[in-house]
């Protein structure tokens, strides 16, 4: 059952792509989703039905081998897969922000060499920005590269970062000048088999608990200089061009767990009855169920809007970026509380999905920018008159 409306018709190839991302989602995802969210396990068996439909990692272009999937067509499988499980939604989405700032930037050597395989599937990509002491001041990073010779060398903390661990590759920003602030920040490919590259311990989670979270320790890892990404220095402006791009996947990943818990609690809505009819027809109910399909068909628009401008790369792609992630993600939680109270007791329990898709929905008010910041990145950009 759907509850979902648009104010417009995709066009039929984004439709078939939705149908087709559906059905894998429920016939392979949703069975396992409280399970992996039980046992804090990395979804194996999902992320393999992923590489069979080539989910994995559809963003990649048709020349590296990858099914070339533009960014509308790209929410579109995060919202669908979302729905059914965020934490397998989460894993072509960590992968699209690890690998962007090399579809970006990256030199021709860096995009042959590290896209084939993570299009095949051989390996995912994780995205390094984050430390203890450096979250949202991304310029506050302590993580040092030296240019020794040919190579530079690295040490430093990562912190939060999704899929560590698991991924074979990592986009790494650190400080190769660090008296310049942002301006001397720098990023880098690292492998998962480079020495010195360790993990820490999987954080132990509120949702999101089948994507592993880890500290990433970099303690003298020596990579060669054509692993930098872009230009030396110019590692700033590239996270931040990332994340423009990056930040409507997470708003696709609200969308779907809000779309998710909707549909739960109109179903459950219909089927059961108090005071001799369904909770359906109290008007108490039907408020919250209408408010929530409201918010998500303005959250579809704002996300596909946005999409469509990370394509085209517009000149208020920044605004539209934030802006979506930040009203779908705020969106998310409101609704997927909600459905929790349509249920009632049994919404407070794990014999249900709505609990953990409430919990799952608290991160994206959280990560690649913390709602705080997206309002502020908006009211930049309405004061440059770029909104």
Request: some cysteine.
């Amino acid at each position: 059952m759907t509850t979902g409306f648009s104010a417009y018709q995709l066009p039929e190839d984004y439709e078939e792509i939705r149908k087709g991302v559906r059905e894998v989602a429920e016939a392979e995802l949703a069975p396992r989703a409280g399970e992996v969210d039980a046992t804090a396990s990395f979804p194996t068996e999902s992320y393999e039905a992923l590489k069979a439909a080539d989910l994995h990692a559809p963003h990649i272009p048709e020349e590296y081998g990858g099914a070339g999937l533009d960014a509308l067509g790209f929410a579109v499988v995060i919202e669908e897969l979302s729905r059914c499980c965020a934490s397998t939604g989460l894993m072509p989405a960590v992968t699209k922000l690890g690998s962007t700032p090399v579809l970006l930037e990256g030199s021709d050597e860096l995009k042959q060499k590290y896209l084939p395989p993570v299009a095949r599937g051989e390996a995912m990509f994780s995205y390094c920005l984050s430390e203890p002491e450096a979250g949202s001041d991304v310029a506050g990073m302590t993580t040092k590269a030296v240019q020794d010779g040919d190579h530079y060398v690295l040490n430093g903390v990562k912190r939060w970062i999704s899929n560590a661990g698991v991924s074979e590759y990592y986009t790494v920003f650190a400080k190769t000048d660090p008296a310049a602030g942002a301006k001397g920040i720098t990023a880098f490919v690292i492998e998962k088999s480079d020495e010195g590259v360790s993990f820490g311990a999987p954080e132990k989670k509120l949702g999101i608990k089948g994507s592993p979270t880890c500290e990433v320790y970099l303690d003298n890892v020596r990579v060669p200089a054509d692993r930098v990404i872009g230009e030396v220095g110019k590692g700033f402006p590239l996270a931040m061009k990332t994340l423009d791009h990056t930040r409507i996947t997470i708003a696709a990943q609200a969308l779907g767990i809000a779309q998710g818990a909707l549909d739960a609690a109109v179903q459950y809505a219909q089927e059961r009855e108090q005071f001799g009819k369904s909770i359906a027809q109290f008007q108490g109910v039907q408020f919250m169920m209408a408010d929530a399909a409201m918010k998500i068909a303005a959250a579809r628009e704002l996300t596909y809007a946005a999409a469509a401008k990370s394509e085209r790369v517009e000149e208020n792609l920044t605004f539209f970026g934030a802006a979506a992630k930040c009203y779908a993600s705020d969106a998310a939680m409101e609704i997927t509380t909600d459905a929790v109270q349509i249920l009632g007791g049994y919404g407070y329990t794990t014999d249900f999905p709505v609990e953990r898709m409430m919990r799952d929905a608290k991160i994206t008010q959280i990560y690649e920018g913390t709602n705080q910041i997206q309002r502020v990145v908006m009211a930049r950009e309405l004061l440059r008159g770029k909104s």
